[in-house]
Antibody, heavy 117, light 112 residues
Framework: QVQLKESGPGLVQPSQTLSLTCTVSGFSLTSYHVSWVRQPPGKGLEWMGV???????AYNSLLKSRLSISRDISKSQVFLKMNSLQTEDTATYYC???????????WGQGVMVTVSS | QITLTQQAESLWISPGERVSITCRASQSLLYTDGKHYLSWYQQRPGQTTKALIYHASVRTDGVPTRFIGSGSGTEFTLSIEHVQPEDFAIYYC?????????FGAGTKLELK
């Protein structure tokens, strides 16, 4: 069945780079787009970016200068890298599959990332 | 970018009641294919985020018929008829018409 699972460090120091991995199963990254979404504690959802089936990407303009999304098709993994982290980047980070009808049909459980020294 | 406004941060209701959650877009979400690129999601503590409705009114597989999506253009509504205890959650709308995609701020259903 379709599954997405995020992994990465729970704690990152300010100004450092965050690296997260979304490992997917039950579908191919060449058939479905995958998005990243984050949610600060007690706040709403924020769309971060997407990697399309062809490998190109699109980003939230507010994060674009710091954010990079890539993938390894053979490993069924999507990667998120974001630099210059600040405390405001403390959040739960989710990856989600984008259905052909352009909605997020499957989500991972999320990984909580705290930015603190 | 397209802004989605969910006016109500919280709605207090009793089980069995009907509730409507609104989502207003800063521009039309109608694409040339005749479909609206507006979807609804439910977040419950300890559970993965669940897609309820896409293209404004199409229920995803397995979603109970008490969840009804409606609206067009810039005004959309998620209605829940005969609210059940498991429906007390946070609901978000999302537009995927144009990048950057954007979410509404969320509406929390709370027990009256």
């Amino acid at each position: 069945q379709v599954q997405l699972k995020e992994s990465g460090p729970g704690l990152v120091q300010p100004s450092q780079t965050l690296s997260l991995t979304c490992t997917v199963s039950g579908f191919s990254l060449t058939s479905y787009h995958v998005s990243w979404v984050r949610q600060p504690p007690g706040k709403g959802l924020e769309w971060m970016g997407v990697i399309w089936t062809g490998g190109s990407t699109a980003y939230n303009s507010l994060l674009k200068s710091r954010l990079s999304i890539s993938r390894d098709i053979s490993k069924s993994q999507v990667f998120l890298k974001m630099n210059s982290l600040q405390t405001e980047d403390t959040a739960t980070y989710y990856c989600a599959r984008v259905d052909y009808s352009s909605y997020f049909d499957y989500w991972g459980q999320g990984v909580m990332v705290t930015v603190s020294s | 970018q397209i802004t989605l406004t969910q006016q109500a941060e919280s709605l207090w209701i009793s089980p069995g009641e009907r509730v409507s959650i609104t989502c207003r877009a800063s521009q039309s979400l109608l694409y040339t294919d005749g479909k609206h690129y507006l979807s609804w999601y439910q977040q419950r503590p300890g559970q993965t985020t669940k897609a309820l409705i896409y293209h404004a009114s199409v229920r995803t597989d397995g979603v109970p018929t008490r969840f009804i999506g409606s609206g067009s253009g810039t005004e959309f509504t998620l209605s829940i008829e005969h609210v059940q205890p498991e429906d007390f959650a946070i609901y978000y709308c999302l537009q995927t018409l144009k990048s950057p995609y954007t979410f509404g701020a969320g509406t929390k259903l709370e027990l009256k």
